[in-house]
């Protein structure tokens, strides 16, 4: 089936979008000595897509991800996974949302004790229902106004303003119009600058997630038999006759807390020492 001219066109905001995103990125690796992965030939990988697998093996596409001790020849430990999206209608943006989140929280899952930055760049229209929907996940969102997607085209001479009733030979004129634009690089600069404010509130939060350090690990082995009861008379009962100083209760597990400068905290328990120390041994 031919693709159509308006999706053709969208396609070309989206991969404007990655355009004017890839430098920012770029920079911030840099500044915070990350590896950067984005699509293209790696040895690292196969193909040219950047995928990784979830816990369960299958495979997620992602637009960029960030590792640290990542190099060209060797995978790094992913700190960053980020995706891109453009939608030109609200009706469209509930399903790319669903479709983002089913992407990016196996693999939050999967390493989720590096609690990895996860971020979503939009552009178009989207719902704020949908922007919440990723935000109550722990998404950090950068939204692009589609106002200010055409504010930006319009600068360089071109329409990029258009709707479900736009016939196709207007997509034909804007087409061939973005052939003929010599600096299309410059439009995606253009867009990161009319956003500043926003694009440096997401940097901001990606630096203070990247920057974030162990302050104090809590390890509490506990010992005793459980008490298990659905009455609340019952459990008050267990409570006031239960001996606080009795030492000789058998080992149930361990429970580790970990907490961070950024008042972030993760929790596990174990049954098994080789598993409390197992889980200790990831954050190295």
């Known amino acids: 089936m031919a693709q159509s001219l308006s999706h053709k066109f969208g396609q070309i905001i989206g991969d404007l979008l990655e355009a004017g995103l890839e430098p920012q990125l770029r920079q911030f690796a840099k500044k915070h000595k990350l590896y950067l992965d984005k699509k293209g030939k790696r040895k690292a990988r196969a193909g040219q897509k950047v995928s990784w697998k979830d816990d369960k093996d299958n495979m997620h596409d992602l637009d960029f991800v960030l590792e640290r001790g990542g190099t060209d020849k060797k995978l790094g430990v992913p700190v960053a996974f980020i995706e891109s999206a453009w939608r ?3 009706k469209h943006s509930r399903n790319k949302a669903q479709e983002i989140q089913g992407a990016i929280l196996p693999l939050a899952f999967k390493y989720k004790n590096v609690s990895p930055f996860i971020g979503v760049v939009l552009a178009g229209e ?12 722990g998404v950090i969102v950068l939204y692009f106004l589609y106002e200010t997607v055409v504010k930006v085209f319009k600068k360089y001479g071109l329409d990029a303003a258009f709707g479900e009733d736009t016939p196709e030979v207007e997509f034909e004129k804007k087409l061939a119009a973005w052939a003929k634009l010599p600096n299309k690089s410059d439009i995606a600069k253009e867009l990161m600058r009319l956003n500043k404010a926003e694009v440096d509130k997401f940097f901001d939060k990606f630096a203070k997630r990247i920057s974030r350090f162990v302050e104090r690990i809590i390890i509490l082995p ?57 889980f200790l041994e990831s954050y190295k």
């Open 222 to 278: 506990l010992h005793g038999e459980e008490s298990a009861t659905s009455s609340v008379l019952d459990a008050l009962a267990f409570l006031k006759q239960y001996q606080e100083g009795t030492t000789q209760k058998p080992f149930t597990r361990y429970e580790i807390t970990i907490k961070y400068n950024t008042g972030d905290k993760i929790e596990a328990s174990f049954k098994e020492k080789v598993d409390a120390i197992q």
């Open 88 to 90: 030109r209608y609200t």
């Open 126 to 137: 989207f719902t704020e229902g949908a922007i919440n929907q990723l935000e109550s996940i």
